[in-house]
Nanobody, 118 residues
């Protein structure tokens, strides 16, 4: 079983930066692709970024950078130039391969709230 715990969310202003972290309790962490998703109020959960076990990244939005430390079982999401529309609950997820489809991931954290004020 893989347990994921996110942290780092909070209230920020438009244009600010924020770094989210996710720690995994899994010996095989280095074998998993890790991803960040988010769910905005009233919307479906959407893909944000992902990183392969070796560190290859899939970053649809250049404002967001994902990184991992396999020695610490952590994956981080560095967000910059935040906008009010980035307000959402952010989740980290673990899966076998990098994918934007949430169904490819088998473990999820409980999420951390990010609120961007205008």
């Amino acid at each position: 079983q893989v347990l994921l715990v996110e942290s780092g969310g909070g209230l920020v202003q438009t244009g600010d930066s924020l770094r989210l972290s996710c720690v995994a309790s899994a010996r095989a962490f280095s074998n998993y692709a890790m991803a960040w998703f988010r769910r905005a109020p009233g919307k479906e959960r959407e893909f944000v970024a992902a990183i392969s076990p070796s560190g290859g990244t899939y970053l649809p939005d250049s404002r967001f950078i994902v990184s991992r430390d396999n020695a610490k079982n952590t994956v981080d999401l560095q967000m910059s130039s935040l906008k009010p529309e980035d307000t959402a609950i952010y989740y980290c997820a673990a899966g076998p391969v990098v994918a934007s489809d949430e169904n490819q991931y088998f473990a999820w954290g409980q999420g951390t709230q990010v609120t961007v004020s205008s």
